[in-house]
């Protein structure tokens, strides 16, 4: 089988890049190895057993915490509610197998070679790739012009016991679980360790969370990572950051023993929940058959235009530099077809956004205030509560607030940085206004609806030049 471009990877980096390259005309197959059960599925780890589902059972966790905690002060009450977690998974599983179903769709809408099995690259024939696919021992050869590697990333390890997905979680085992852990330690609170705390302890467990960082959530702006700390620990959470993971014991339940300031410690949960990031996923593309190279920590080495060092083979996604994001690698995905049929888009590294789905959520885009403060920047920075917004009142969830920066010179915005409220949803009017290299005097004059949640991001704009108006 000939092709004009092979894809490796049907996550949210390679279905993309494969519909994008088919629309402009490129004969275009798609090679995709992920299994959920015992059976492929299209989508990678975003769809299977990352994004999609955790949203998914995030929603469900919290309309059980509105309906016993909430809904009592809008004068709606019932008796003995109870949980199904059974029925939470099948609705997660159901939302998974609609998307991936929708994926194949459009997959045969665009004309696109849906294989399944795993890619490697055998050698250079001509002026083609020839790619082996494996689908349990059953092969087929393939060539094609241009390669685009999309294989995504996997958890990382710990050294001190092994992840079954029994006892012993990674996020896919975190995400399948039948019945809520009275115990649960969870190793590691980035993204999916504070996701997955977070709708386990809404569906009753205690929740324990151990990080090696000795600040939370560092990556984030600091007044925001502060914001969202002393919420989450208002909510129950138990997170103890700066500690050191000892042995791990898994015999009549499990014990983590941790040192924490000098002191030891043990705790004793049902389940433990791994959650210390993720390495990339490319020890099988046998890329040492044909020179691919390949950092010490295992991201396929790319250019900025993410090209490989091989003739037109490109690389995108969670296996090469940059954030491990689903939606960065789908605008990879774009950009990497577009460049192979001759176009010249834009990518900007600056602009992509940053999501934590945890209650209340974070978003943000572009640099934090330490950032600027280190590069010697000189900014402005303007501060609108979500308390005195009336959408959010109304809403029962007020908490939170949205920070702009500005350069003090040009009053350009330079990052915009957000917790509470639906801010998944908002931060995308920072990105349009950074793309467009708008200043926050831009922002303070467009009308925003009222009452919305906007309104805040307004507020924002307008605490930068001193002039909010309510607050």
Partial sequence: MNFDVIVIGGGPGGYVAAIRAAQ?????????????????????????????????????SENYAELTHSFIEHGISCDNPKIDIK??????????????????????KNK??????????V??????????????????????????????SIPRELSQIAVDNKNVL??????????????????????????????????????????????????ADEQISKELHKNLIKQGLIIKNGVKIGDI????????????????????????????????????????????????????????????????????????????LAHKASDEGVIVAERISG????????????????????????????????????????VANFMSNGRALGLGNSVGFVKILADETTDRILGVHMVGPFVSEL?????????FKASSEDLARIIHAHPSLSEVTHEAALACDNRQLHG
Avoid at 287 to 310: P, Q
């Fill in 112 to 121: 696109i070679t849906e294989l399944h099995g795993w890619a490697s690259f």
């Fill in 24 to 60: 402009l005309g490129l004969t275009t197959a798609c090679v995709d190895g992920f299994l959920r059960g015992n059976k492929y599925s299209l989508g990678g780890t975003c769809l299977n057993v990352g994004c999609i589902p955790s949203k998914a059972l995030l929603q469900s």
């Fill in 87 to 108: 029925q939470m998974q099948k609705r997660k599983d159901d939302i998974i197998s609609k998307n991936a179903s929708g994926i194949s769709f459009l997959f045969k």
């Fill in 249 to 324: 014991i898994d015999k009549d339940g499990i014990t983590v023993h941790y040192d924490e300031a000098g002191q030891q410690h043990e705790l004793k949960c049902d389940k433990l929940m791994v959650a210390i990031g993720r390495v990339p996923n490319t020890n099988g593309l046998n890329a040492s058959a044909v020179g691919l190279k390949i950092d010490e920590r295992g991201f396929v080495i790319v250019d900025s235009e993410c090209k490989t060092n091989l003739e037109n083979v490109w690389a995108i996604g969670d296996c090469v530099r940059g954030p491990m």
């Fill in 170 to 219: 990674d996020n896919a085992g975190a995400l399948a679980l039948t019945d809520t852990p009275k115990e649960l330690c969870i190793i590691g609170a980035g993204v999916i360790g504070l996701e997955m705390g977070s709708v386990w302890k809404r569906l009753g467990s205690n929740v324990t969370i151990l990080e090696v960082m000795d600040k939370f959530l560092p990556s």
């Fill in 427 to 435: 931060i995308s009017e920072a990105v349009v206004a950074m793309e």
């Fill in 343 to 382: 176009q010249h888009p834009h990518f900007d590294f600056n602009t992509i956004p940053w999501v934590i789905y945890t209650n209340p959520e974070v978003a943000w885009v572009g640099q934090t205030e330490k950032q600027l403060q280190d590069a010697g920047i000189s900014f402005k920075k303007g």
């Fill in 123 to 152: 050698t250079r024939d001509g002026n083609q790739w020839s790619i082996e696919v494996d689908d349990n021992g059953q092969k087929q050869k393939l060539l094609a012009t241009h390669i685009i590697i999309a294989t995504g």
